[in-house]
């Protein structure tokens, strides 16, 4: 084996296509391109998103309206209000609400029950649910009633923590952080100007001369 023995792999090599050489070569005449058209003349180069004069798909796709958030969990709500008439004792739990009506749930799966803050809350009731929002747990709290929060889907009482306070009406009203500098410089105590100077200096003087002006 000698240098001018190497050969490339047999198939490695193509040689290219030559086109418009005559009829006997089977691509003479037109050259592969068809007869008349877009395509065939020089310089006929069309985009790929180009459908053919329709709007493309790039255009017709939806876009700047935000993301579909796949962790979200859907909630079947029920208002305080809808169980304001509910005697004092009674144990309500989801099944419940679904008995009577009070839930409207998917077509297709059931769904999480999460008590809202909307009406009045019932006074002395236990309600099981797997959310409550925070104006419902502060009100059901202010009418002796008891929020149990419970496990989707097993339905298993969950243990708060212990320093999680319910917070009431009264606790969310705080004072806006959002103050006018104008405000904010009125209630401002005006601070103290340091003495001057001169008179510092001259109420010895002045001292000493009332001292004479006695004595004499």
Do not use: C
Not at 120 to 138: E, L, W
Not at 143 to 166: D, F, K, M, N, Y
Not at 174 to 180: A, Q
Request: proline residues 8%; hydrophobic residues 35%; positive net charge.
């Amino acid at each position: 084996m000698k240098l001018h023995d190497l050969r490339p792999p047999k198939g490695s090599h193509k040689p290219a296509r030559r086109v418009g050489r005559g009829h006997g070569s089977g691509r003479g005449k037109t050259a592969g391109r068809g007869t008349k058209g877009q395509k065939s003349r020089a310089g006929s180069g069309i985009p790929a998103w180009f459908e053919g004069g329709q709007t493309p798909i790039h255009v017709r796709t939806p876009k700047l309206h935000g993301f579909k958030n796949r962790f979200r969990v859907e909630y079947a709500g029920v208002n305080l209000a809808r169980l304001t008439d509910v005697a004092a004792g009674t144990l309500i739990t989801p099944e419940v609400l679904a008995h009577d009506g009070l839930v409207r749930g998917s077509k297709t799966k059931p769904l999480p029950v999460k008590i809202l803050g909307g009406g009045d809350a019932p006074k002395g009731v236990t309600i099981h649910a797997h959310a409550f929002t925070q104006s419902a747990r502060a009100k059901l709290a202010a009418a002796g009633s008891t929020a149990q929060l419970i496990s989707w889907p097993e339905g298993a009482p969950v243990e708060e923590p212990a320093g999680e306070a319910v917070e009431t009406p009264e606790a969310e009203a705080k004072p806006s952080r959002r103050r006018s500098r104008k405000s904010a410089a009125a209630g401002a105590e005006p601070k103290a100007e340091p003495a001057d100077d001169d008179a510092v200096d001259e109420a010895p003087g002045d001292a000493a001369g009332g001292e004479d002006g006695g004595a004499s």
